[in-house]
């Protein structure tokens, strides 16, 4: 397991890049509606939230299981995600 330091800054990169390729798609499909690349954009911020909460927590019994399952979550989360601007 690498430091919790390094599962938050994989938790920034993951979710700031895939926030960074909506506005790279309204970029390049000004003509769309924005509503859905805005609701996913909301949606990732939750993510992050969430999981930096889960990172933060300190009563936790198996450290290692535990920061496992986070870095799951992430990798779940950030594939629906990004399936979604897939399907814009």
């Known amino acids: ?3 919790v330091r390094d599962l938050k800054r994989d938790i ?3 979710l700031g890049d895939i926030i960074e390729a909506v506005y790279i ?3 390049t499909h000004p003509e769309k509606e ?3 690349s805005e609701k996913i954009i909301d949606d990732a911020i939750a993510v992050f939230d969430a999981l930096i909460i889960k990172v933060n927590q300190k009563d936790v ?3 290692k299981q ?3 399952g986070i870095n799951q979550e992430l990798e779940t989360e950030g594939r629906k995600l990004i399936d979604r601007i897939n399907a814009l």
């Open 66 to 68: 535990h920061f496992k």
């Open 61 to 63: 019994e198996n450290k």
């Open 25 to 27: 798609w309204q970029l």
């Open 1 to 3: 397991m690498a430091s």
């Open 34 to 36: 924005t509503k859905e």
């Open 12 to 14: 920034n990169y993951v």
